[in-house]
């Protein structure tokens, strides 16, 4: 059955099984990279992108979910609130080893988009679920907090 989508403003139409999970339709058919794997179950929020601005875990989410629908990753370049994000977290010296970051701005997206203004307790709320094993926790929320005041 072809699925027809998009991923980041690009048009897609691909004709695999229904099950596949969205995060191998990303990496290993469609090579776009930046959505990481991590546990493979929707655990731990590396593999989180927005369907149609909504955060999803790729890993555990089929392909048949997605047909007709709109896919943001963190490789988007013309989305305002995601590049408020990816500055905030730069300025905010968040990332150390960087691999769940991509998952986290993009949970963080979905978060701005529904309220843009969060607080903390709304942060929290929204991030929990996305694994940081480096700790980084109070720099995601501080830069959170900055985005979205900018």
Aim: a neutral charge; charged letters at 20%; one cysteine or more.
């Amino acid at each position: 059955m072809i699925t027809k989508f998009n991923v980041d403003n690009v048009h897609f139409s691909i004709d695999v099984a229904q099950d596949t999970p969205v995060l191998w339709v990303l990496r290993d058919i469609l090579n776009l990279t930046n959505t990481k794997y991590g546990c493979g179950v929707g655990e731990c929020g590396a593999c989180t992108v927005l369907l149609d601005n909504k955060a999803i875990r790729a890993c555990s989410t089929p392909i048949s979910m997605i047909n007709n629908k709109s896919i943001t990753t963190i490789a988007n370049n013309e989305d305002k609130d995601l590049k408020k994000l990816q500055n905030a977290w730069i300025e905010e010296d968040v990332s150390q080893c960087g691999y769940c970051q991509p998952g986290q701005i993009i949970n963080a997206l979905a978060l701005i988009k529904q309220t843009p203004l969060p607080s903390d307790e709304q942060i929290i709320f929204s991030m929990n679920g996305n694994i940081c094993r480096c700790g980084t926790y109070n720099k995601i929320k501080t830069a959170i907090k900055t985005a979205s005041k900018s």
